[in-house]
């Protein structure tokens, strides 16, 4: 078995802080290792799915109501056209 060289203090007591510094150091970096591999490959694939579930949203119907159904502003006639009444004209 090798020896590890252990951190004290001139009075001989265990360098702790030195210990806890190296313990955070390696606790954050294995959360960034879950972060790149984990989360965000999730992250992406479930902005690609709100990306699709939006785009499917806005598609015009097959039937060319527009895009969220039939209009009733005036823009989607509903029977046959009228006569237009152009000013000054009988």
């Known amino acids: 078995m090798s020896a590890h060289e252990i951190r004290r203090h001139p009075d001989g007591s265990l360098d702790v802080d030195f ?9 954050a970096q294995a959360m960034r290792d879950v972060l790149a591999t984990k989360v965000v490959p999730l992250a992406k694939a479930l ?11 806005l598609v ?4 060319g109501t527009g895009w969220n ?10 029977g046959p056209p ?4 152009v000013s000054g004209r009988s």
């Open 82 to 85: 009228s006569a237009t009444i």
């Open 19 to 27: 210990y806890r510094r190296r313990a955070a150091k390696l606790r």
């Open 69 to 78: 159904g039939a209009r009733t502003n005036g823009n989607a006639v509903a």
């Open 47 to 57: 902005i690609a799915v709100a990306i699709l579930a939006a785009a499917l949203r």
């Open 60 to 63: 015009p119907a097959a039937d």
